[in-house]
């Protein structure tokens, strides 16, 4: 996926970053969508990883569990295959920098900006008292993009717009105060991009889904796998191929198998053509979730509290080195050090 032939010795290293909220859940949306692209880049790429807490603050949290959720999240890095001799993985609230990286970049933002924010749309809707934390969240993103020159910011689908706002802000500082940050892309999986919801394949899996059926958790039990994507809704044509508009269930198995064995759906296709129900496909899909998520599984439990935290806290200080730097390049530029 990654265009090894194009990155010569002599080339200076593309830094990635990305982050997952540690709301809860991390389900196979996230991993498919993103944690797998973070795999490979890291080694090719210098690659930042971060919990992002500040985010996940953005809806009410009870501050035990966040504590809870937040070094679970870092642990599932770890038992996804991230290594941290290759990638620094931190807390975002150990970097006080991005917090005040995102004052200075609110001050460039346009509220009309924010207020065209898809998420902040879906999140704030049906809510009668809306927080300013949920419309300047993208800004915080930004912060956290341009803190470290980044170039490369591997996710899903859905958070391509607050890509394209963090690199609008990037050129405006530039435009305004001089060359400082770097524009970085998104990097986006073609497939995997969007993983939709196992109960209604027209929106996204989402950990906020309602229906627990909805998605499927790294920590669902073979039993739970199985009940959920016996659930999973497909339509009643009873042919298999890939059609996203015409038959987003299927299509959203196929690609969750595919995705998890490494088969190309084009193979898939080939594989069902002969069948007239979707039970294949619901057994084979089980088997390689099952067999993919116990491995995790198995992993995750193998690694302590103790030795998370140790690389968080040195992701942090290794993290914080960078940022301080940016930082004082930021307040430089725009008159705030003396
Ligand atoms: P979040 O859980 O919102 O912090 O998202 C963490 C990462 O997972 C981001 O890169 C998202 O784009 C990605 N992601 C979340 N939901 C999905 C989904 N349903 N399909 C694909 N990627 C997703
Ligand atoms: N907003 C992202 C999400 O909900 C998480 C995130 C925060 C992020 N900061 C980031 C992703 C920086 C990439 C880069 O999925």
Redesign the pocket.
């Known amino acids: 996926m990654i265009m090894k032939s194009s990155m010569t010795k002599t080339e200076p290293k593309k830094i990635a970053?990305?982050?997952?909220?540690p709301s809860g859940i991390i389900h196979i949306g996230?991993y498919l969508g993103?944690i797998q692209l973070w795999l490979e880049v890291q080694g090719h790429y210098d690659a930042i990883f971060?919990v992002?807490n500040l985010?996940a603050i953005t809806v009410p949290q009870n501050p035990k569990d966040l504590k809870a959720n937040t070094l679970n999240a870092a642990k599932t890095f770890l038992a996804s295959g991230i290594d941290p001799e290759k990638a620094t993985i931190f807390v975002?609230s150990d970097v006080p920098e991005h917090a005040q990286l995102y004052w200075t970049l609110g001050t460039i933002t346009k509220l009309s900006e924010l207020y065209l924010m898809t998420?902040f749309k879906d999140k704030s809707q049906g809510t009668e008292t809306v927080l300013s934390g949920l419309l300047t969240?993208?800004v915080?993103?930004?912060a956290?993009?341009l803190l470290y020159n980044?170039t490369t910011?591997?996710?899903?689908d859905?958070?391509r717009q607050?890509?394209e706002l963090?690199r609008e802000i990037a050129r405006r500082f530039n435009d305004m105060f001089g060359k400082t940050f770097v524009v970085p892309q998104a990097l986006i999986h073609k497939t995997g991009s969007r993983i939709m919801g196992l109960d209604n394949p027209g929106k996204k899996m989402s950990k906020s889904a309602a229906n627990k059926n909805n998605y499927i958790a790294l920590t669902d039990t073979a039993a739970d796998v199985a009940s959920k994507i016996k659930k999973a809704v497909t339509d009643s044509e009873g042919s298999i191929y890939y059609d996203i508009d015409k038959k987003p269930g299927v299509s959203n198995l196929l690609t969750i198998l595919s995705l998890i064995t490494g088969s190309s759906i084009k193979d898939l296709e080939k594989t069902y053509r002969e069948q007239t129900t979707y039970a294949g496909l619901k057994n084979d899909t089980t088997t390689a979730l099952v067999d993919f998520i116990s491995a995790f599984q198995k992993r995750y439990r193998n690694i302590s509290d103790a030795e998370v935290k140790h690389h968080l806290d040195l992701g942090a200080q290794k993290a914080r080195a960078m940022a301080s730097q940016k930082l004082e390049e930021v307040y430089e530029r725009m008159g705030l050090s003396l």
């Open positions: 970053f990305s982050g997952i909220q996230n993103s971060s992002v985010h975002q998420q969240y993208p915080l993103m930004a956290d993009i980044t910011v591997p996710v899903g859905d958070q607050h890509v963090a």
